[in-house]
């Protein structure tokens, strides 16, 4: 296996500066020439060019025009070595390669019919021999040529300079030609039977840029979404970064069979069709939300990763943190604020901080890994996205503009390192970041305890804070320095007033720098409640400090709404975990009170957003509750929190109904926020009635109802999901049923086959397992693998983790399977096995047994490897 250390980089021996790329389809194999100009960095020594190639059959190798003995170049399994290359050179190369064949889904491979690319991070050795990584920057000019039958549409980076017919017949040809110099894992290629739907952007100064989505024909009626929110996205980052896009064009091709969501080309972003395709009957409001959100997210990336890139894939979160904080905002702004920060946090609690307290733990900026695809992870990414906020929160947003502008000033063009991006951020500034940079190369959740004292002598209010971060793989808690922590505080009145008021700002910014630290408040007349962390100012672990009266106080009060959500979230989940520790003991289940009046008081109140109400309803998922435990015993996590729901559901049967009958679409079906929230209000309120123990018919039907008259997903796929857990008849006819009206769709079909592998019933495995051979269901499919194995494995807490263990060796089978397949995809669904020390004892046996077993397979990918080794 090999190793990669950050400290280990090393600036190229030779650049690129331009390259020629001329790709010849056919049926069975592609044929790449790649003509370089090459120059060596290094005046005196006339050391070897190393180029990276995997997969390739190489046909020849020319300097100058003089093909290579030999005798002068190494071949092996992932390099070609040209032994004493001149200083300035053209360098010919001509490969093979057999898209049709390749199931990985990295590098030239085909979706259906249509030819594409992914090269992000190292797709592109699969392509030609090449120096492969993010810090040399060539420019590229591509020719295309195919059958016109097949491919009448041929697309690349950049601008389209050329065009024919060429001789061998029925065959043509196109020329793309990027300006832009780019490192490889940039280059895109696509071509096939496209349709296209287009339209146009004026940038703001006054430039015309064509925008352009290529989809299946039959999908051409689904793009008005996508298109719309490329619009918004590109308007928001002219308003708030001043950046304009830059080419003549922008496309966006949308295929079936894609790794991850999408990815940032330059001029050519190549999407998995999730995030491109929406139509009301056919997606939901989540999906709406997930199309705009990634639409943006890649187009960002023209700045924040295409025009400023990553000098090695150390540097990942540098792009990917900076963008997704710049998506956030962005849906912020389009959507809610609050609604979005709560996402935002529940990704980060439920995903996040699992990551960061487990074998895979790494710090935001690794130092190490094995397998970079195996890198793109919630740390890098969404952890990530939280210390540039924190930079923003540190250099309020003027100062964080300014950041911007001179980080872009000082780089564009240019492959750099999170230290440039923080250095940009201080010096536009004049702020000190040093002890900052430790969110960087720390890894693990900082665990804060409050503590807090009022005077009533004195009038004054002390808070101390301490911070502990645990240990994480290579990194000893007590060896780590403590971070600057941004804590953003209010302090209330028992009546609901805020203290602080400066400038109509009342919350107030505390910078904790030490290990432990006391802050004194003067002139506080009166005891405070402390509206602690508002907006979650940091990515920190908060030990609950506060009484529940405080927390139900705070719940209903706090003028932070983040802030409200939080309360009640913190409630809901000590609720839960109350129960289920009387559960372990055998005692009499009591319930905390002060709970059920919080709910009872957000439901009868007036409802200023239904969304924010929805989030406040919806209980914590098993999965983030476990992180509370020491040692989860699933069954009983899963009964406690089912108790709770039903308690709710029992005692608060009449309000549901009327938050139910209230929230009903009045009038034409729309996609606003406001709309969004009250569906998902509904699809709430009816999820509690639906839970209620024996079942009432009357919900039943109102369920059946929803399902067959709704005309929109979001309902739809509620009312089925909802009759999932209640096996019989009636749920197989609605699935017989929602089959038969979708089987063209393979994305709505993703979602029949993830509803039941998330059904709580104990058949759900058996179930999943037919599945697997259900015609619609394919393992070279990403989606489908994520929608049926995926859904059952991270998404069904008590079935994958049945006592019987066969949750758990299902799994393990289906990673071995998988991983001579799409290695990448096999290493992803690891996860649910790798936090194996959670649970309780016999669990921790079985599922460590399956690590071992998936350890033993000869001739494991080094991406499984990495993980199932780290973990076991
Ligand atoms: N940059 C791509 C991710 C590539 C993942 C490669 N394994 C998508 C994105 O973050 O925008
Ligand atoms: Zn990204």
Redesign the pocket.
Known sequence: KTVFFRKDYKAPEYSIEKIDLNFQLYDTKTKVTAISCVRRNNKENRSPLILNGENLQLISVKIDGNVLSSSEYILDNTSLTVLTPPAVFELEIVTEIYPQENKAL?GLYQSGPIFCT?C??E?FRKITYYPDRPDILAVFTTRIEADVEKCPVMLSNGNLIETGSVEEGGRHFVVWKDPFPKPCYLFALVAGRLSCVNDEFITSSGRAVDLKIYVEEKNLNKCDHAMVSLKKAMEWDEKTYGLEYDLDTYMIVAVDDF??????NKGLNIFNSKYVLTSPETATDEDYIGVEG?IA??YF?NWT?NRVTCRDWFQLSL??GL?VFRDQNFSAEMNSPTVQRIKDVQILRNFQFREDSGPMAHPVRPETYEE??NF?TVTV?NKGAEVVRMVQTLLGREGFRKGMDLYFHRHDGQAVTCDDFIAAMADATGTDLEQFKNWYCQAGTPVLEVSSHWEADSSSFHLTVTQNCPDTPGQKGKNKKPFHIPLALGLMTENGKDLFGKNGCKTEILHLKEQKQTFTFTNIAEKPVVSFLRDFSAPVDVKTFQQDEELAFLMKYDSNLYNRWESATRLSASTILDVVRQLEKGTPIQFNELFFDGVLHSITEKIEDPALLALALELPPETALALQLDSVDPDLLFQGRTIIKRELATRFQNEFLFLYINNQEAGKYRISPEAMGRRRLKNCALSYLMSLNPPQDKFLQLCIDQFSKSANMTDTITALRLISHHPGTTRDALFTDFYRKWEHDSLVMDKWFAIQAMSSHENCLSTVKHLLSDRLFSMENPNKVRALIGAFSSGNHVQFHAINGEGYSFLADMILQLDSINP?IAARLVSPLTNWKRYEKRRQILMKKELERIAKKPGLSPDVSEIVNKSR
């Open positions: 990295e992914q992000e991070a797709g790794n991850m969501g999408a990815m940032e990634v997210h890649e990336h990763g792009k990917e963008t970079i695809n793109y990414y990448q």
